[in-house]
């Protein structure tokens, strides 16, 4: 994880845009399954798309925490 931690922040724009990228399509996800008949996220990749954007949150939180 650690080789993942240091490509991620080695880029300035990264740690935000796969946060806010992730945070979009789950949101999106979930507005498609409930109000729409279209399924945006294939159900096999939903898991894993929700445990990046968990992994990412843990990241920036870590980042948050270090920095203070």
Do not use: Q, R
């Not at 990046?52 to 980042?63: C, M």
Request: with cysteine; proline share 6%.
């Amino acid at each position: 994880m650690n080789k993942l931690e240091k490509f991620i922040y080695s880029k300035k724009y990264l740690p935000s845009i796969l946060y806010f990228g992730s945070l979009g399509i789950v949101i999106f996800d979930i507005y498609c399954n409930e109000f729409t008949d279209f399924e945006f996220v294939p159900p096999i990749l939903e898991i894993p798309l929700l445990f990046w954007f968990f992994f990412i949150t843990y990241l920036a939180g870590k980042n948050l925490k270090k920095n203070k």
